[in-house]
């Protein structure tokens, strides 16, 4: 066995790349849409931070 030949190195794929090759092949999403879900009451927004969104760190 030579052992003298480099194995190959895979460059990682972006999800751009990836969504580029698989496109009519299958349903790739990279993202999805900002809607509101129509199914639940509205929630009313008031204040100065109601778009703030505060997670855990």
């Not at 194995?7 to 900002?34: F, I």
Request: glycine content about 10%; aromatic content about 4%; charged content about 30%.
């Amino acid at each position: 066995m030579d052992t003298s030949e480099k194995p190959v190195v895979r460059q990682h794929e972006t999800g751009w790349s990836k969504a580029r090759r698989l496109r009519g092949k299958a349903a790739l999403r990279t993202c999805l849409p900002a809607v509101e879900d129509r199914g639940t009451p509205g929630v009313t927004h008031s204040g100065a931070e109601w778009n703030i969104v505060r997670g855990e760190d």
